[in-house]
Every structure is written in structure tokens, then in C-alpha cells.
């Protein structure tokens, strides 16, 4: 399946992004998702299919999400956090 995406960028949250339908735009994403994630700045527009590479998402679980809920939404990347038991001998 490919579907024409739009992806907008968090104005607000650095590296948050929104995938939705083109032509649907930011119709389905629910009010409090649009309240916490800001002021929707429009990214690129692409042609989705399961088989391209995305640099942070896996495009399959994207086109799913985007048919199911209308949007994926794309979480900045978490700084590394050691887990302080992984030091210490058991």
C-alpha cells in the first residue's frame, strides 16, 4: 500500500514529528494531542510505502498507525540513561 504523506514538525519539541494522510491532514488527530505536541509547522510531503527507509521510524508501523488512527506520531529520540543496577555486581 502507499499512501501521500505529510509530516509536520513540533514547534514547540525538538524533534517530534506528526505523519498524517495528505489529504486529511491534521483532521484525525485528536485535540489533546494537537494541544501538547503545538504549533504544527509542515515538514515535507512523501510518498509512503512499507519498503522506504525512514531515518527514524519504521514506515510499515507508520502507514498502520496512519490508516488505523490517522497519524503517527514520531517521538524525539531519548538521551541514553544507564541503568544504575547494571554497575553493580549481583
Known amino acids: 500500500m502507499k499512501r501521500i504523506c505529510s509530516v509536520f514538525r513540533s514547534a514547540s519539541h525538538e524533534g517530534m514529528y506528526l505523519y498524517v494522510d ?32 525512514l531515518a527514524r521510524a519504521d514506515a510499515a508501523k507508520v502507514l498502520e498507525a496512519i490508516a488505523e488512527q490517522g497519524f503517527y506520531l514520531q517521538l524525539p529520540p531519548q538521551a541514553e540513561v544507564l541503568n544504575p543496577r547494571e554497575d553493580r555486581p549481583e
Do not use: I, Y
Request: hydrophobic share 45%; glycine share 4%.
Open 22 to 53: 495528505k489529504a486529511e491532514a491534521l483532521t484525525r488527530v485528536p485535540e489533546p494531542l494537537l494541544k501538547r505536541f503545538g504549533r504544527a509547522e509542515h515538514a515535507m510531503v512523501l510518498l509512503l510505502d512499507a519498503e522506504k527507509k
